[in-house]
């Protein structure tokens, strides 16, 4: 149902903008920041739990000793992901633009709003179908 209403919604870009390239070009712009919003996450996770959880067991590590890699590259990470979104912003005109930013905002807030008001229930039925996979 999610999804099917997010569609709806996209599809309605259609009838706002120009024309099909534009719609198009949002499309794939808001789509490139939303993957690079998931790699900063990426990217901010690597970092904390290397500075909460630093004894974890991990099944690889980025340098010998220390930490000073995974951070090195985390930040390497977050500088170039920054640069992408900022290039894919600022080579789109201003409509394009704040209607990357409108997606990108629907489709981060949509999975909070789901993670916030889920049901208990769930996880057992999803534990029950596993079950009867087995």
Do not use: H
């Not at 919604?9 to 789509?31: D, P, S």
């Not at 996770?45 to 974890?56: F, G, K, N, S, V």
């Not at 930490?67 to 201003?94: C, E, W």
């Not at 990357?100 to 039925?125: G, S």
Request: net charge positive; charged share 15%.
């Amino acid at each position: 149902m999610t999804q099917s209403v997010c569609i709806s919604l996209f599809a309605l870009l259609y009838g706002v903008m120009k024309n099909v390239n534009g719609v198009f070009l949002t499309l794939t712009n808001a789509t490139t920041v939303i993957y690079a919003l998931v790699y900063i996450l990426i990217a901010i996770a690597i970092i904390r739990l290397r500075q909460t959880q630093p004894e974890l067991e991990r099944p690889y590590r980025l340098g010998k000793t220390g930490n000073g890699l995974a951070y090195f590259v985390a930040f390497l990470l977050l500088f170039g992901i920054v640069v992408i979104i900022a290039a894919t912003l600022f080579a789109s005109d201003l409509t394009q633009a704040v209607f990357v930013v409108i997606i990108k905002a629907i489709l981060f807030v949509i999975p909070l709003i789901i993670d916030k008001n889920k049901n208990a229930e769930w996880i057992e039925q999803v534990n029950m179908d596993l079950a009867l996979n087995k």
